[in-house]
């Protein structure tokens, strides 16, 4: 990947936050659309999550196209393929036509994965660009849900004006990408790639875990507030649904700071163990604002410790000719985490309400956590062993044996 200018990294910033939020819109019009259209609780988490569950085959197919084509006809056919979902959703009236939509997020956010984190990370300072990636990418996923709320109310159908205003910036976007350099790949198939050390693989391997762990507890949120809130505390507001939902990512993006005092260990454990606390309050039941609140705060602060010191490895660890492809593999994880959980919601929702059915969950996932908490703790103190100066140290001061060929 060749190294991009300021301005061009800028624009793969812009890119990655526009199409976190793009994805976020539909959140906080759960509920309208649930109203308008008549599907079942199944039908509803369903529409969530075919959106991650979509981008995780396709980021593997997908994703790594950054590395054998030039960036900027990867980054702008991603660019036309989010176009054509935000159009779909924008006047969809009928549940095919929201799905419809959201296969076409999902296909165009794994377009813009690998090349737009490879491209924004091109820069000298590998590791603020990883934190930077992140940042971005959580304010985005932040903002969707409050712009899909906040104007919502003012269309003739739940998505019509959310999704114009996206139409737009993606135009905008669309420009701004001229600047991405040409070619940075190589068609040639003889050419030896790059390859990961052993350490490297496993450090990939924690951040894509940790990360999955950190996003299925936040899609949850993501995924079901509104719903939920409607429902258990008889509070229709769209823009306080969306409000909510966007304080999960809110806190994760105040929380990526710390990621770099930390270190990615000791992130990745206090993140894990922060995990819990939401966990716990939605397998007690949530019965008021304040819980709901309360747990999506924490699981925003997870999120951000989980997130930010996996996008950090990714950024640090993958050689710049397989970067497309690095990024793409660990950002499946998150796709995956993202959608999952809300499915799984789904089909309990079958037999039982959905408070229910997120409490039978978190209690099902808590056992889970813990075990992993005490396997990072284990493989963190392991790994706080001298190894015979076989390992590199990042600047943050975690040590990971770089990428081979790098």
């Known amino acids: 990947m060749t190294t991009q200018p300021t301005r061009a990294r800028a624009w793969a910033l812009a890119l990655l936050a526009l199409g976190a939020a793009g994805a976020g819109i539909p959140s906080p019009l759960y509920p309208a659309y649930q109203a308008d259209l008549g599907f079942s609780d199944l039908t509803l988490t369903a529409v969530y999550a075919v959106y991650p569950l979509v981008s995780v085959p396709a980021v593997f197919l997908l994703g790594p196209l950054g590395d054998r084509l030039p960036p900027r006809r990867v980054l702008r056919a991603g660019v036309a393929i989010a176009?054509?979902?935000?159009?779909?959703?924008?006047?969809?009236?009928?549940?095919?036509?929201?799905?419809?939509?959201?296969?076409?997020?999902?296909?165009?956010?794994?377009?813009?994965?690998?090349?737009?984190?490879?491209?924004?990370?091109?820069?000298?300072?590998?590791?603020?660009a990883g934190r930077v990636s992140a940042l971005v990418f959580v304010i985005g996923t932040g903002a969707g849900p409050v712009l899909g709320g906040a104007l919502t109310r003012y269309g003739p159908t739940p998505g019509l004006v959310p999704f114009a205003?996206?139409?737009?910036?993606?135009?905008?976007?669309?420009?701004?990408?001229?600047?991405?350099?040409?070619?940075?790949?190589?068609?040639?198939?003889?050419?030896?790639?790059?390859g990961l050390s052993?350490?490297?693989?496993?450090?990939?391997?924690?951040?894509?875990?940790?990360g999955f762990l950190g996003w299925a507890v936040a899609g949850l949120f993501?995924?079901?507030?509104?719903?939920?809130?409607?429902?258990?505390?008889?509070?229709?507001?769209?823009?306080?649904?969306?409000?909510?939902?966007?304080?999960?990512?809110?806190?994760?993006a105040l929380t990526l700071p710390l990621?770099?005092?930390?270190?990615?260990?000791?992130?990745?454990?206090?993140?894990?163990?922060?995990?819990?606390?939401p966990l716990a309050i939605l397998a007690i039941g949530v019965d008021s604002?304040?819980?709901?609140?309360?747990?999506?705060?924490v699981a925003g602060l997870a999120n951000g410790l989980l997130y930010g010191a996996a996008t950090t490895t990714v950024s640090t660890a993958a050689p710049a000719d397989r970067a497309s492809s690095v990024a793409a593999a660990v950002y499946s994880a998150f796709y995956l985490g993202a959608g999952l959980p809300a499915l799984l919601v789904g089909l309990l929702t079958t037999t039982?309400?959905?408070?229910?059915?997120?409490?039978?969950?978190?209690?099902?996932?808590?056992?889970?956590?813990?075990?992993?908490?005490?396997?990072?703790?284990?493989?963190?103190?392991?790994?706080?062993?001298?190894?015979?100066?076989?390992?590199?140290e990042f600047p943050d001061g975690t040590r990971v044996a770089p990428p081979r060929g790098n």
């Open 83 to 128: 176009a054509a979902g935000s159009l779909v959703l924008a006047v969809a009236g009928g549940t095919g036509w929201l799905l419809l939509g959201r296969i076409a997020y999902g296909v165009a956010l794994a377009v813009m994965t690998g090349a737009g984190v490879a491209v924004a990370s091109s820069g000298a300072d590998k590791v603020r």
């Open 259 to 277: 990621v770099g005092r930390l270190g990615l260990g000791r992130s990745q454990l206090v993140g894990l163990i922060a995990l819990t606390v």
């Open 222 to 252: 993501l995924g079901l507030t509104a719903s939920l809130v409607e429902r258990a505390l008889d509070l229709r507001d769209p823009l306080v649904a969306g409000s909510i939902t966007a304080a999960v990512l809110v806190w994760s």
């Open 289 to 297: 604002l304040l819980g709901i609140v309360a747990a999506a705060v």
């Open 165 to 194: 205003v996206n139409l737009v910036l993606l135009a905008v976007v669309f420009v701004g990408l001229g600047s991405v350099a040409g070619p940075g790949h190589t068609t040639d198939r003889t050419v030896r790639r790059s």
């Open 352 to 392: 039982r309400p959905l408070d229910v059915a997120l409490s039978d969950l978190a209690i099902a996932v808590l056992p889970l956590t813990a075990v992993i908490v005490v396997l990072t703790a284990f493989g963190g103190a392991r790994a706080r062993r001298p190894r015979g100066g076989l390992e590199a």
């Open 198 to 210: 052993p350490a490297a693989r496993r450090a990939l391997v924690i951040a894509a875990v940790s």
